[in-house]
């Protein structure tokens, strides 16, 4: 069976990208909205990430324009101690839900099609269901433009010796997952920055890891 149905916006993509674009026009116009995501819940990539991920800017920086992320206040322990808090990951995406099921939602305005694919052609699929929705859009913005992966979204993008173990940051908030006494971190982004006080790892094993990086600094 197929829907039909008729909006102002369609945006594909329930990320912050999408989030921050839907959050601006209710308070901005009359328009109506709808909002397509594959995944469960609004946040896209933040709820992949591995679990001990924060941002890497204080929270009142990040997030939707209406409501600000965090409580302004002061991180009083850890690496960031003395400065303005950093929304961990879980806050990221919980946010983002926050706002889609007391603001989005309840204004009216705004249809939200989570575990549904776009698929082109004005045509939403559930992925639960399979039903199909037609939507007549005036604009369609699409908010998937980033294409954000994280490693435990795909395989390693390079050979892994035999015998060698290779596992995705997020597989390091597992209890012993972590057992070698030399280990090699291949990528030297934020990841890694964000594993070193995160995971717990001890500081005589931290000098025992090795470092690797394809850019130049
Ligand atoms: C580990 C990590 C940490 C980061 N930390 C920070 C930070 O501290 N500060 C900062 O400013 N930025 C940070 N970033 C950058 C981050 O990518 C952006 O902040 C932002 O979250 C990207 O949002 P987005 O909406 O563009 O993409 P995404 O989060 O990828 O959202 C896109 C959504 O579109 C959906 N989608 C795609 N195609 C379709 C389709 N055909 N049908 C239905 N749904 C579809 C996907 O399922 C996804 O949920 C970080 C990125 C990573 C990977």
Known sequence: M???MTVDYLAVGAGAMGMA????????TDATMAIVDRRSRPGGHWNTSYPHVRLHQPSAFYGVYSRELG???KDSVGFNAGLNELASGTEVVTSFDQIMQQDFLPS????YFSMSEYEGNDTIRSLVTGAETTVAATTIVDATYMNVTVPSMRPPDFTVAEGMICIPPNDLAHPGVLPAEHHVVVGDGKTPMCDRPCTGVQPSRRQRSKRFDRSPR
């Open 108 to 111: 009216g305005r705004v249809q």
């Open 71 to 73: 409580s302004g206040r």
């Open 2 to 4: 197929t829907n039909n």
């Open 21 to 28: 674009f839907v959050d601006a026009l209710p308070t901005e």
